[in-house]
């Protein structure tokens, strides 16, 4: 079946980068998201890979897709106190839906 | 350019009542897709519209329903509640006349938070 997974908590020191990884079993996914949820500010798609690219760097983000083992990760450079928020991945699946995966909540020491 | 808005913005309900929540797309945007947000679960997707026609739809039982109107607002129903339907409902809204969301085309809204009793 279709499903999604990634840790549930990160905590990096302020200015360091941040790794979420996620893992995902649609190996015909088609595309692969990041979306933040920040409290009282709603969801965000964050960015976005198509399956047939390794690598997407926008700014701070860099989204790495390892196809071969269905893993996909998120890393924000010098990460900062606004970075803090829920993390979500997702695949656009097979069947022409989204699963996304429980949320990886990120917390930024100073 | 207004946001996607969803009213109500809170709602108490109680068990075996049923719901209708409003969703307004971005001017323009003639896709409108919801969510379900549970601690539980998680982010689900229930179903989106294009043009008033269903178009794809997540494993949500028939108490869950949805419509579009022809100025692409939408309006989700749940019928009979139950307690697990407490959650968090968010409209999203996409210009594009594909079924896959980008980057520069989906926009969310605030969501509506349910409590059922």
């Known amino acids: 079946g279709e499903d999604v997974e990634q840790s549930l908590f990160l905590s990096v020191r302020e200015g360091d980068s941040s790794v979420i990884n996620c893992t995902y079993t649609?190996?015909?996914?088609?595309?692969l998201y990041w979306y933040k949820q920040e409290p009282g500010a709603g969801l965000q798609l964050l960015t976005y890979?198509?399956?047939?690219?390794d690598m997407k760097q926008d700014q701070r983000l860099t989204v790495l897709l390892n196809k071969k083992d269905k893993h996909l990760s998120l890393r924000i450079a010098d990460t900062q106190t606004g970075d803090s928020a829920i993390y979500f991945c997702?695949?656009?699946?097979?069947?022409?839906?989204?699963?996304f995966g429980s949320g990886t909540r990120l917390s930024i020491r100073p | 350019k207004a946001g996607v808005t969803q009213t109500p913005r809170y709602l108490i309900k109680t068990r075996g009542q049923q719901v209708t929540l409003s969703c307004s797309p971005i001017?323009?945007?003639?896709?409108v897709s919801w969510y379900q947000q549970t601690p539980g679960q998680g982010l689900q997707f229930l179903f989106e519209?294009?043009?008033?026609?269903?178009?794809n739809k997540g494993n949500f039982p028939g108490r869950f329903s949805g419509r579009q109107f022809s100025n692409s607002r939408s309006e989700m129903n749940v019928s009979t509640l139950e307690l697990g339907d407490s959650a968090l409902y968010l409209c999203?809204?996409?210009?594009?006349?594909?079924?896959?969301?980008?980057?520069?085309?989906?926009?969310f809204g605030p969501g509506t938070r349910l409590l059922v009793l």
């Open positions: 649609d190996s015909s996914s088609t595309y």
């Open positions: 999203a809204s996409s210009l594009a006349s594909g079924t896959v969301p980008t980057q520069e085309t989906q926009y």
């Open positions: 890979i198509f399956s047939n690219m």
């Open positions: 001017s323009g945007h003639r896709s």
């Open positions: 997702a695949e656009y699946s097979s069947a022409s839906k989204i699963i």
């Open positions: 519209y294009f043009s008033e026609t269903q178009r």
